[in-house]
């Protein structure tokens, strides 16, 4: 069974939701998950923050605004009155419960619980449009079977054991709907997979059951080379290596979650990237296979912020880039960029929740320097095939710009670079001109 995901674009209004439920249909049984109308996730994080700033007024006010959108969504979706008011009932539902939250305490539940609305909402409406159509579509709720760990990683083992028996309760059917991003925590918690993470959903649910094919259906006809948010005259790739994309999600391009790649390349499942709009487009096709040709694409990832530890005393010394790792370790901070000098060493974080304890246990080994507002430039591709110089030919582009680090060797696929976020924009672009063409 195929693993179809579409995002928020794709189900953004009640044309687009028609045009989704037309291209699943083709007889072939599916597992077709879904995100958010677009803007909604926004518009409930916006009213969780007013919440959690004990702003209710405002947040009552956009809750408002937020369910007239969706009663005109209802009136255009669905033709018969009688599923017109079964449309009101689930928008109704979801609204409540947002205004019960709204008059207690803010929690963090408060806040996933509101967040979670979006999916809820758009999976029940597809699902019942579909009825309405005369197809045979039921639900699979994600709560029954999206499972997160402790340290917030999907819980792949406990998704495989629960997806099943949620299937086979939903009973035959074509077509099986689910919510993308929402899942539930180690405590049983209602929580998500972060922004983003609908294509993430799809990944997992179709590592759990083994699916032949992955497809993530967007508003674009595939990964492009470079950031086409930035860049100009970027251009589709019709082929990647799961390495490869896998890189270029981490560090950065929207399209894809940054994890959505490992469940699907742990289990060789194909991953192809659609666009919804122009579906007969053959998009990009993620495998295990490299076409090998030299730099295929950039992306950048922002929010970075790079720590410097000069310890003229320390840094040879065995066991030092330990000690600086651990503290990383203790406060569950990951590290994206390493280099090193004979007097110190730089790294990057981008989860800055715990800087200033880190920067504090940091200055036990040496004098550390915090530069925010970086943004990591990554370039992908089977660069050791690329013809020789391929290295002078990515900093010749980059003449003029400010590189605070570059990482290199750590595979053959990746060459990054750290650069001020003011000056990703040039660099992308840059890099498009000079070495992608
Ligand atoms: P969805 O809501 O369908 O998940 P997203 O907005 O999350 O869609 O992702 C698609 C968007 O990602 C595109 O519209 C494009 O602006 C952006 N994007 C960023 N980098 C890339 C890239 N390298 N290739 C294609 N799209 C990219
Ligand atoms: N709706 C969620 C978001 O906007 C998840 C997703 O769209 O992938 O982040
Ligand atoms: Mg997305």
């Not at 029940?124 to 402790?150: C, H, T, W």
């Not at 699916?211 to 948010?229: A, K, V």
């Not at 970075?304 to 000069?310: M, V």
């Not at 030919?393 to 976020?421: E, H």
Request: glycine letters at 6%.
């Amino acid at each position: 069974m195929k693993v179809l995901k579409f995002g928020g674009t794709s189900v953004g209004s009640p044309e687009n939701m028609q045009a989704v439920i037309s291209l699943i249909t083709d007889g072939q049984k599916k597992i077709v998950v879904l995100s958010a109308m677009s803007g909604t996730t926004n518009s409930l994080v916006e009213i969780s923050n007013y919440l959690q700033k004990k702003n209710k007024v405002t947040a009552s006010v956009l809750i408002g605004e937020l369910e007239a959108k969706y009663l005109k969504v209802v009136d255009e979706l669905f033709k018969e009155d009688e599923n017109k008011s079964k449309g009101l009932e689930i928008i109704k539902t979801s609204f409540d419960l947002m205004r019960s939250l709204a008059s207690k305490d803010f929690s963090q539940v408060t806040e996933n619980t509101i967040l979670a609305q979006g999916e809820l909402i758009s999976t029940q409406l597809v699902a019942l449009s579909m009825i309405e159509n005369g197809y045979s579509a039921k639900l699979l709720p994600a709560l029954d079977f999206m499972r997160i760990d402790k340290d917030k990683s999907a819980d792949l083992t406990n998704i495989k054991k629960l997806i099943k028996p949620v299937i086979e309760k939903a009973g035959d059917a074509d077509y099986y709907i689910t919510q993308g991003f929402i899942c539930l925590n180690f405590d049983g918690e209602i929580d998500n997979l972060q922004r983003g993470g609908s294509d993430y959903t799809a990944s997992l649910v179709g590592a759990a059951i083994n699916s032949e094919e992955i497809q993530i259906w967007t508003d674009i006809d595939g990964f492009h080379n470079n950031d086409p948010r930035f860049v100009e005259n970027t251009k589709k790739i019709d082929q990647l290596s799961f390495t490869e994309a896998a890189e270029l999600a981490y560090f950065g391009a929207k399209i894809l979650h940054p994890q959505t790649v490992l469940p699907a390349r742990v289990h060789n499942i194909p991953v192809r990237l659609k666009n919804t709009m122009n579906p007969s487009d053959g998009g990009t096709l993620i495998t295990s296979e490299s076409d090998g040709s030299g730099i295929k694409a950039v992306a950048a990832k922002d929010g970075i912020t790079a720590i410097k530890i000069r310890s003229g005393r320390m840094l040879m010394a065995y066991g030092f880039l330990k000690n600086v790792f651990s503290v990383f370790e203790k406060y569950k901070t990951p590290i994206d960029m390493i280099s090193t000098s004979e007097v110190a060493v730089s790294l990057t974080i981008d989860n800055t929740k715990y800087l200033n304890e880190i920067r504090e246990e940091l200055e036990v080994f040496g004098n550390v320097d915090v530069d925010p507002d970086m943004s990591i430039v990554c370039i992908v591709g089977d660069i050791i095939s690329e013809e020789k110089g391929f290295a002078s030919k990515v900093f010749k582009a980059l003449d003029g710009i400010p590189i605070r680090m570059i990482s290199y060797g750590g595979s053959r696929y990746n060459i990054s670079v750290l650069v001020p976020t003011e000056h990703k924009k040039v660099t992308l672009q840059a890099l498009s001109d000079k070495v992608l063409k």
